[in-house]
């Protein structure tokens, strides 16, 4: 297989997804290149053609661009389940997985994502979850009580989970959350103080 082989399987894959060609899109959703498995799978999402079981491979997949791509169609995909990817062992992943339940609204998440809110080692799955949670704060039987407590406790983390929190914060009216909000609007971030202040309309330096 040389290189040139390559490109032309992935340049087909694209194309099939602007010419309508689905069956060459599926065709290729099998092919020993990662990256032409990745853009077929894209090609035949845009299609609406991508079925539930090949999604479901394509989670599985041993490429990480092509977990990371499955997961991001995943989130229009509700009857495919993906809370299991915020365990992924590659942290590009398990990012993408908190961002697709929390466009998903999957209120069944909210513990998994607290956990991973307060626990992962990589910051952007942190801020991630944190961002999903706020989301879900919002959706009607969220465990609201468990996303509050997550949330209090993400304003200790790095600036830009505590510029998530604040956001997710402010759709409640616990008392604890309001003085919450409050107390951004002095800290010691300036993107912080800048979001707290939007969102109470005071001014801040």
Do not use: W
Request: aromatic letters at 2%; proline letters at 2%.
């Amino acid at each position: 297989m040389t290189e040139d082989d390559i490109r032309v399987r992935r340049i087909n894959a694209a194309l099939a997804g602007h010419r309508g060609e689905a069956s060459r899109a599926r065709d290729l959703l099998v092919d020993p290149d990662a990256t032409t498995r990745r853009i077929a799978l894209g090609a035949l999402e845009r299609l609406k053609g991508l079925t539930a079981g090949e999604l479901r491979v394509a989670l599985d997949d041993s490429n990480v661009s092509v977990r990371r791509r499955a997961v991001e169609i995943a989130a229009q995909r509700p009857e495919v389940k993906i809370d299991s990817y915020l365990q992924d062992p590659d942290a590009s992943v398990a990012d993408m997985a908190a961002f697709s339940l929390g466009e998903r609204e999957e209120i069944a998440a909210v513990n998994e994502l607290a956990k991973m809110a307060s626990e992962h080692l990589d910051d952007l799955c942190r801020e991630s979850a944190v961002a999903a949670l706020g989301a879900l704060a919002a959706t009607e039987g969220a465990d609201r009580p468990a996303i509050l407590i997550c949330l209090l406790n993400a304003m200790s983390d790095r600036a830009q989970i505590r510029r998530r929190a604040v956001l997710g914060l402010f759709q409640f009216e616990e008392p604890e959350a309001q003085q919450a909000v409050e107390a951004a609007l002095i800290d010691k971030d300036r993107q912080v103080r800048a979001v707290a202040s939007e969102l109470l309309g005071v001014v801040s330096d």
